[in-house]
Structures are given as C-alpha cells and as structure tokens.
C-alpha cells in the first residue's frame, strides 16, 4: 500500500474499533492485528490512540456536516426541516458506527466529537432559517440560536434511539419530528409564560396546597 491507502485503511479500523469497544476499551494492538500490520505502522500515521481518534471524529463530523448543508437546498422552511431531518436519519442509517462514535462523549482534549458540540455545529447551519423566518412573523429573531438548538438537538436524541430501535422507516422517524417542530413552531406564542408564574397558577398551586 501507498502511505496514503494505509492511512485511509486504518481510519476505517480504527472507526470500527472504536465504534464497537469505545475509546478506552479499543487498542492500538487491536487496530494494528486488524489491519494485518505492526503497532509501529499506527504510531507513525496517527501518532498514538489518541491521534488515530482524533482524525477519525474530526472526519465524522465533516461528513455529518456536509450531508445537512447540501440537503438545504429548498424555498420552504418546513422542506429545509424536513431535508434537514432526512440528512441527519440518513447519516445514522448509512454510517452507524460512525454516528455511533460521535455520540460519545470524548476523552481527548481538543476533538468536537460530543453530542452538544455536534448539535452546535449543525444548529449553526440551520439557525438563519428560523431567524429569517422570526423576522418576517414578528417574533424575536435573537431567540433562533435557542430553537435551532432545540430542534437539532431532538433529532439527534431521536435519532441515537432509533439507531438501536431500528423501527419505524427513516422516513416515519423523520416525519414525526417534523409535525412535531413545525406545529410547534407554527403556533408560537409571541410572548410565552410558564403558566406556574402566572395568576392563575399561581392560584392553583395554592388552592391545590390548601387542600
């Protein structure tokens, strides 16, 4: 092999190992007997386990990334949800090991590979959607980074279930969470309260104390 075939060989190793023992459990010797070589080849290339992680994550993400933005492509904001939502079911259906090794937390320093990091990422694509679209119905459109947030981060929770429930079709999943984000979204109160703070609840928590 040229150094850079047994470079992409051991990226896919390596995401396989780590996709199956996680990061603490997998080992440098596991990847090297894998890949039908010595553990001096993998420290050469990457460095360490560390290393070897780091670039795998790193190439996830990107990956992740990609799929979400190319799929953006509609006029709609309820079809740019559902692209979104179909790019993302798509990534877990098609790359579970790598999905699988994204939503672990990470042990190395300086690598974007835990769940919340991912979902900033992704919300980031997505929020100038919903601020366009708070702009034009009057709502705040400081508040888009928080739906963005909220909406990436459901599909992604979801989609860590499904991946193991392996039910209902990716696009059943994926037209769930639509009606439910774009229901929601379309029938935001302009002002909303936490009813617990308002007279009225504030009357029902005494009344039900009383009694």
Not at 99 to 127: K, N, W, Y
Request: a negative charge; glycine letters at 8%; aromatic letters at 8%.
């Amino acid at each position: 092999m040229t150094g850079q075939e047994r470079r992409s060989q051991l990226l896919d190793v390596g995401r396989a190992v780590f996709a199956e023992r996680g990061f603490e459990a997998a080992s440098i010797e596991e990847v090297a007997q894998r890949a039908q070589i010595t553990k001096p080849v993998v420290y050469e290339h990457f460095g360490g386990k560390e290393g070897l992680y780091a670039v795998i994550v790193d190439r996830e993400v990107q990956s992740l990334l990609a799929r979400i933005t190319e799929a953006l492509d509609a006029d709609h904001p309820r079809l740019m949800l559902e692209q979104a939502a179909l790019g993302f079911l798509s990534y877990i259906a098609e790359e579970p090991d790598g999905f699988r090794i994204l939503v672990r937390d990470s042990p190395v320093t300086g690598t974007t590979g835990t769940l919340a990091s991912l979902i900033g990422d992704i919300a980031s694509q997505v929020e100038y959607v919903l601020a366009k679209e708070f702009g034009s119905r009057d709502y705040d459109p400081d508040l888009a980074p928080l739906y963005s947030q909220a909406l990436c981060g459901m599909i992604a929770l979801v989609g860590q279930w499904w991946l193991d429930a392996g039910t209902p079709s990716k696009e059943e999943v994926a037209a769930q969470l639509v009606n439910l984000a774009w229901n929601g979204l379309k029938d935001l109160d302009h002002h909303p309260q936490l009813i617990s703070m308002t007279p009225r609840g504030l009357r029902l928590r005494a009344a039900r104390s009383s009694g």
